[in-house]
């Protein structure tokens, strides 16, 4: 049974910076694919980025340039450095884990961020 940690989110001026984690505990097979998700208040869930166990990255159009993803494999830790943040990246992020031999997804309890000066 997978299962995730967020942390690091807070709140941050305009401009600013922070780095989200999240860390896995147990099995994560060999296949998969980690990354964050976000949701504002009123609108749908949206990726923002996602990496796979192969390090292949894919982001959300609202935060290319801005944001960069990254895992330790060996720690079962993903990172989501966040750069030149802006009141709309204010959103509660979630983690999830996902698994495409089985099509089963895991996810996070959330962190908040809020980006206000």
């Known amino acids: 049974q997978v299962q995730l940690v967020e942390s690091g989110g807070g709140l941050v001026q305009p401009g600013g910076s922070l780095r989200l984690s999240c860390a896995a505990s147990g099995s994560l097979f060999s296949i998969y694919a980690m990354g964050w998700y976000r949701q504002a208040p009123g609108k749908q869930r949206e990726l923002v980025a996602t990496?796979?166990?192969?390090?292949?990255?894919n982001y959300g159009d609202a935060v290319k340039g801005r944001f960069t993803i990254s895992r330790d494999g060996a720690k079962k830790t993903v990172y989501l450095q966040m750069n030149s943040l802006k009141r709309e990246d204010t959103a509660l992020y979630y983690c999830?884990?996902?698994?495409?031999?089985?099509?089963?997804?895991?996810w996070g309890q959330g962190t908040q961020v809020t980006v206000s000066s």
């Open positions: 990496i796979t166990s192969g390090d292949a990255t």
């Open positions: 999830n884990v996902h698994f495409p031999l089985s099509k089963k997804d895991v």
